[in-house]
C-alpha cells in the first residue's frame, strides 16, 4: 500500500507556523491522552513502483513502495538508505543531480504548501553530509547540485545553502531575474523581454551566470523564441526555439557556458551533447512482474544485478474509526491488500488504558464500521455477498445478510437506529434508509447526513442546501435558513448531536468554514479556515485543510484545542471518532491511536437515543421487557410505569451502566403492591442520572416526556385443578396445589371444605386437619380471577382420621422424697404439644386419694412407700394417652430404741397366748398385730391376745407386731412361734 510522506518529526517544526493565532481563547488541558502504537505492515506486494533515484559510480540509490535502498556494489547488496530519523523510512522525497558523489534530498511534508527538509546524501558512505534545513526557512529550492542548494527567494533574494558544513553555509548571489540551475561556481538566470502582441509576438532572451560578486551575461537569444525558461546539465545551457511557422519545426537549442558561441539547434526530439550525464544512463528499472535493477554493457546491452523486491512495513492505515464507552472499532487493510477480502475489523476495549485487539471479522466490503452506546454494526463479506454482524454489549447478537448491506452502505448508528446510505453516482441524489437492528425495520427517510437518536438529517430532495430534521415518528421541522448552498463542492451538511447540527461551507469566495447551527433556536457559530470532521456534545472535531494538525472546536465557548498528535496533513488519512468527553483518532505518520479525554466537555444532561420494546403484551402469559441506549453513563435508577392519570403504577429498579446501555429492563404487568394492573396503555419515564453530574435522563428532544408507550391486555383465563398433599389426621398440615392456572399471575384464592360446606376462616392455602374434621371429608376450593373474570375448581376430598401423639414423653418430677415434703411433675417433650394434662399421684402404684395437682405434699402414709406420678394428655383431634413417672421411696425417722416382740400363756388348744412388744423409743403412735400360723396370717386374729382352735393344734403358732408413728418408718417385730397341743 503506497504510503503519503507526512513525518511528524516535520511536521512539529512547521505546526506553530501553521496554527498560530488559532488556539485561543485555549479550552482547558485534556486530563488523560491514552496512546497506542498500531501494529506494523508488511506489504507482499512485488509490483510496485520502483525507480534509480541516484547513481555515482557502483554507488546506486533506488526507491521501491516509498522505501529507499542504497547499493555500494552496483546493486549486488543492499542497505537501508542511512539518514538521520524517519527519513529513512516512508517519505514523499525527491534526490537531486549527483556532484562528487553526494546528492541533495528534497523531502516534502505538504504538498500545498511546500513545507519540508533538505539534507545532504552521500552515495559513496550512505550517510549524511553536513546539516539539514528546513522549507519553511527557504521556501523555495529552484535547483540542487551535490550538497549545493539554490534558493530562489524573489528576484534579489537569491542564495545558494551549502548543506556539507554544520551549520548550513549561505551565500548571497548577486541580483538575477530567475534562479535556473546550479553551476559548479554559481547559478544561471535569465530574462525575457517582449517586444510585440501575439500573433507576431517576438521575444528576447537573456542567459546570465549569477555569482556573489556579480552577474555575467552568457548569451542574448533575439527572435521568436518559445517561452519554456532554460536549463542546463554538464558544461551545457539548453532551451527551445520555435519559429511559430506551420511550414518550420520546433527545434531545442544549447550552447556551451565557457563558450557561449559553441552551440546549435537540432530538431526536436533531435540528440544533445552531454543530455544526461554519463553516470546516469547505467542503471535502469526493468523486469515484467518483479521489479529488477539492470546494468547497461559496453555493447549497449542489459543485464539483471539484482531484484528490486522487499517486503516493505509501515504504519496500519485505519480507514474506518469508531468509538463507544467502553471500546475502540477499527476497519484497516490489515493483510496489506486492496480488495475486501484484505481487509480485518476488529475492537480494543477502553478503560483507564486501550487494551488488547481482539479480531471482529476478517474479509468485508468497503464500509464503515459503526456504534453507539453498546451496540456496533461490523460490516462483513465481500462483493455481492455483503452482510453485517450486530453486536450488543460485547458480543455478537446477530448477522443479518439481507440484499441492503449490498446496496447500503453504513453511515451512523444512534441508539438502535442505523442509518444506511444507498451507493449512487455523484450526479444523484442520496438515497437513505433508517433500520432498526434489533427487528430490521426500516424507514426510507432521503439524502439523510445524520441521525441522533429518532432524529435525522434529511434533505428535501431538490438539492437546494435545505435540509429537516425529521423525527421517525413522523414529525418534522425544516431548519430555518439554508444549511449550503447550491452547486458548493463537497459542502454536505455532516451531522447532527442533539438541537445541533453541524456542516462545511465555502459561503466566503475560496474561505473554508465549520458552521453548527441550533435548529430550534437558529444560533450559528462559524470557525472559518477549518473543515468539520465528527459532531459532538457541545463540541466538534475540526482540521485545518493544509494543516498537519487537528483540533477540538468548544463552540460552547468558543476555545479551540489541539489534538495530541497529528492525524494527517489536510486531512489525509485522519481517522476521527468522538463518544461523550473523548476523541479518538489516528496519528497516521507515526502509526498510533489516539483515545484523548478533554475536561469540561459532553455538557449535556443524558440524552435517550431510542429504546426497543413490545408495544404490547399480556401479562400472565407474557413479561414485558425495554432495552434503553442513551448518550453517556448513568447511575442506577428506576423505571416508572405510569397509568392513564399519570400516577406511578409500577417501580422498577434499573441498575447503574459504563455504556449508556440499559438492557433487559423487565414487568411482570404487576402494580407495586403485586397486582395486576387493569388492561390499558400505560407510559413509562426513566429515572437516573449521568454519573459526570450533568443531570438526570431526558428524551431525544431534550425535554422530560416519557419514553414510550405499551399496551398491557387482558389474557383469557383458564383454570387449573386443585390437588391436596398431606397426612389426612387431625394436626396434620394440609396444603393446597392450585393446579395449572393461565395466566400465570391470575390472583388466586382459597376455601377449604368439610364435607362439601366451607370451614370458617381456613382461606389459605394450606389448612390444619382439627378434630372437627375427623371422620369427615376435607377438600379444598381454588377461585382465580384476572382481567374482570373470575373460576372456580374444587379438589378430591380426603377422610381425616385421628392422630396419635407421635412421642409421648414420661413425666418427670423433681423435690425432696421425704414425709411432709412436696414433690413437681413436669411434662415435656410431647410432640404434638397437647391441648390439656391430668395428673395422678400414685402410692406402690395405686391412685393416692386426692392427689391431682402437678405438686404432692407426701403423707405419713407414703414414708416407706414407693410413690409416683401419672400424665393423661388430650388433644383435640387425637387419642388420649397417658404417660407414668418413675417411683421414688418416701423417706422417714427411724426410732431410736425398738423391743422385741413376745409370746406368754400355755400354747394348748383352748388356752390364750399374749403378745407383747418390748420398749419402743419414741412411743408408738399405733400398735398392730396379726397373728401367725405356720408363718401365715390368721384371718381376723388382729388383737393383742388369741385364743387357741382345734386348726392350730399341733402348728406353730406366732404373733408380728407392726409399730408406727407418723413421720417414723415403721417397724415390724415377729415373736418366736410357739407349737400348740
Known amino acids: 500500500m503506497k504510503r503519503n510522506g507526512v513525518k511528524r518529526g516535520l511536521v512539529c517544526l512547521v505546526a506553530a507556523v501553521l496554527l498560530g493565532g488559532v488556539n485561543s481563547p485555549r479550552a482547558s488541558a485534556a486530563d488523560t491522552d491514552m496512546t497506542i502504537d498500531l501494529p506494523i505492515v508488511v506489504t507482499n506486494d512485488t509490483t510496485g513502483y520502483a525507480e534509480v533515484e541516484a547513481v555515482w559510480g557502483d554507488h546506486v540509490l533506488v526507491a521501491h513502495e516509498g522505501t529507499y535502498r542504497w547499493s555500494g556494489d552496483g546493486g549486488r547488496t543492499w542497505a537501508t538508505i542511512g539518514l538521520p530519523g524517519e527519513l529513512s523510512g516512508v517519505a514523499d522525497c525527491g534526490f537531486s543531480r549527483v556532484s562528487a558523489g553526494v546528492a541533495t534530498t528534497s523531502c516534502m511534508d505538504d504538498p500545498e504548501t511546500g513545507r519540508g527538509q533538505w539534507t545532504a546524501y552521500s552515495l559513496v558512505t550512505n550517510a549524511q553530509v553536513g546539516s539539514s534545513v528546513v522549507r519553511g526557512e527557504y521556501p523555495k529550492g529552484t535547483d540542487a547540485l551535490g550538497a549545493r542548494l539554490l534558493v530562489d527567494g524573489g528576484h534579489d533574494d537569491d542564495k545558494i545553502v551549502d548543506l556539507s558544513t554544520t551549520p548550513a553555509t549561505v551565500t548571497a548571489l548577486a541580483p538575477g531575474e530567475h534562479g535556473l540551475r546550479l553551476t559548479d561556481d554559481g547559478a544561471l538566470s535569465y530574462k525575457y523581454d517582449v517586444f510585440t502582441e501575439f500573433p507576431t509576438l517576438t521575444w528576447t532572451l537573456t542567459i546570465s551566470k549569477v555569482t556573489a560578486s556579480g552577474s555575467t551575461t ?45 552551440g546549435g539547434c537540432v530538431e526536436a526530439g533531435g540528440a544533445l551533447p552531454e543530455a544526461d550525464p554519463p553516470a546516469d544512463g547505467r542503471f535502469r528499472v526493468g523486469g515484467e512482474t518483479v521489479p529488477t535493477l539492470e546494468r547497461k554493457n559496453s555493447d549497449g546491452t542489459w543485464t539483471t544485478v539484482s531484484t528490486l523486491y522487499w517486503a516493505v512495513d509501515f504504519p496500519l492505515s485505519v480507514e474506518s474509526l469508531s468509538l463507544t464507552p467502553a471500546a475502540v472499532l477499527g476497519w484497516d487493510h490489515r493483510q496489506g491488500g486492496y480488495t475486501p477480502s484484505d481487509t480485518i475489523s476488529w475492537m480494543r476495549p477502553v478503560g483507564s488504558s486501550i487494551g488488547a485487539e481482539s479480531t471482529l471479522a476478517t474479509g468485508g466490503p468497503d464500509a464503515r464500521i459503526v456504534t453507539s452506546a453498546a451496540r456496533w454494526v461490523v460490516p462483513t463479506g465481500g462483493g455481492s455477498n ?54 430490521g425495520s426500516q424507514i426510507s427517510v432521503p439524502d439523510a447526513s445524520g441521525i441522533f437518536g429518532s432524529l435525522v438529517l434529511a434533505g428535501t430532495g431538490d438539492r437546494s442546501g435545505t435540509y429537516r430534521v425529521q423525527d421517525l415518528s413522523g414529525a418534522s421541522s425544516t431548519i430555518s435558513g439554508k444549511l449550503t448552498d447550491p452547486g458548493d463542492d463537497g459542502n454536505d451538511a455532516v451531522g447532527i448531536w442533539g438541537d445541533w447540527v453541524a456542516f462545511t461551507t465555502y459561503r466566503v469566495a475560496g474561505t473554508q468554514a465549520a458552521v453548527v447551527r441550533n435548529y430550534r433556536t437558529g444560533a450559528e457559530k462559524t470557525l472559518s479556515g477549518y473543515a468539520l470532521r465528527a459532531l459532538g456534545d457541545g463540541y466538534a472535531v475540526v482540521a485545518h485543510p493544509y494543516s498537519p494538525w487537528a483540533s477540538v472546536w468548544d463552540f460552547t465557548t468558543g476555545a479551540t484545542i489541539p489534538l495530541a498528535g497529528p492525524p494527517g496533513i489536510g486531512g489525509i488519512d485522519f481517522m476521527v471518532a468522538v463518544d461523550g ?62 397509568n392513564s392519570a399519570g400516577a406511578v403504577a409500577r417501580t422498577i429498579a434499573v441498575p447503574a451502566t459504563a455504556t449508556g446501555s440499559l438492557r433487559a429492563i423487565t414487568w411482570d404487568g404487576k402494580d407495586n403492591s403485586g397486582s395486576l394492573v387493569p388492561p390499558g396503555t400505560y407510559s413509562y419515564t426513566l429515572t437516573s442520572s449521568a454519573t459526570d453530574g450533568t443531570g438526570p435522563v431526558v428524551a431525544v428532544d431534550g425535554t422530560a416526556r416519557a419514553l414510550g408507550t405499551v399496551e398491557v391486555k387482558a389474557a383469557p383465563l383458564t383454570a387449573g385443578i386443585p390437588v391436596i398433599s398431606g397426612t389426612a389426621t387431625t394436626g396434620s398440615i394440609l396444603t393446597a396445589s392450585p393446579g395449572s392456572w393461565s395466566p400465570t399471575n391470575a390472583t388466586l384464592t382459597y376455601q377449604w371444605l368439610r364435607d362439601g360446606q366451607p370451614i370458617s376462616g381456613a382461606t389459605g392455602a394450606s389448612y390444619v386437619a382439627t378434630a372437627a374434621d375427623s371422620a369427615h371429608d376435607v377438600s379444598v376450593r381454588v377461585t382465580g380471577s384476572y382481567g374482570g373474570a373470575t373460576e372456580s375448581r374444587t379438589s378430591p376430598a380426603v377422610r381425616v382420621v385421628t392422630a396419635s401423639f407421635a412421642t409421648a414423653a414420661a413425666p418427670t418430677t423433681s423435690g425432696t422424697w421425704f414425709y411432709g415434703k412436696t414433690v413437681t411433675a413436669s411434662a415435656a417433650g410431647w410432640s404434638p404439644v397437647p391441648d390439656s394434662l391430668a395428673w395422678q399421684w400414685l402410692r406402690d402404684g395405686q391412685p393416692i386419694n386426692g392427689a391431682t395437682g402437678v405438686s404432692y405434699t407426701l403423707a405419713a402414709e407414703d414414708v416407706g412407700r414407693l410413690v409416683s406420678v401419672r400424665v393423661t394428655a388430650a388433644k383435640a383431634g387425637y387419642a388420649t394417652t397417658q404417660a407414668f413417672s418413675a417411683g421414688h421411696s418416701v423417706g422417714g425417722t427411724k426410732f431410736t430404741k425398738t423391743g422385741a416382740a413376745k409370746l406368754s400363756g400355755t400354747a394348748k388348744v383352748g388356752k390364750t397366748l399374749t403378745g407383747k412388744l418390748g420398749k419402743f423409743s419414741p412411743k408408738p403412735a399405733r400398735i398392730a398385730y396379726q397373728w401367725l400360723r405356720n408363718g401365715q396370717p390368721i384371718s381376723g386374729a388382729t388383737r393383742s391376745k388369741y385364743k387357741l382352735v382345734k386348726v392350730d393344734k399341733g402348728k406353730k403358732v406366732a404373733v408380728r407386731i407392726t409399730v408406727s408413728k407418723p413421720g417414723y418408718y415403721p417397724v415390724v417385730k415377729a415373736s418366736s412361734a410357739k407349737k400348740v397341743k
Not at 454489549?393 to 442505523?418: F, I, R, T
Not at 473523548?582 to 440524552?607: C, M, N, W, Y
Open 386 to 439: 455483503v452482510a453485517a454482524d450486530v453486536y450488543d454489549e460485547g458480543s455478537k447478537v446477530g448477522s443479518d445478510s439481507g440484499h441492503h448491506y449490498a446496496e447500503y452502505s453504513p453511515l451512523q448508528l444512534s441508539g438502535p437506529n442505523l442509518l444506511l446510505g444507498y451507493r449512487m453516482s455523484e450526479t444523484d441524489d442520496r438515497q437513505t434508509v433508517v433500520e432498526n437492528v434489533e427487528d
Open 581 to 642: 468527553d473523548r476523541v479518538a483518532f489516528i496519528e497516521s505518520a507515526a502509526g498510533k491511536l489516539h483515545v484523548q479525554t478533554f475536561d469540561g466537555l459532553a455538557r449535556s444532561a443524558p440524552r435517550s437515543l431510542g429504546v426497543v420494546a413490545a408495544h404490547s403484551f399480556t401479562p400472565g402469559s407474557q413479561s414485558w421487557t425495554v432495552d434503553v441506549d442513551l448518550t453517556k453513563p448513568v447511575a442506577a435508577g428506576q423505571l416508572n410505569i405510569l
Open 218 to 262: 552568457l548569451k542574448v537569444i533575439t527572435g521568436l523564441a518559445y517561452d519554456a525558461p532554460p536549463s542546463a546539465s554538464g558544461d551545457y545551457v539548453y532551451y527551445s526555439h520555435d519559429y511559430r511557422d506551420d511550414s518550420d519545426p520546433f527545434y531545442r537549442c544549447y550552447f556551451h557556458i565557457s563558450d557561449p558561441d559553441n
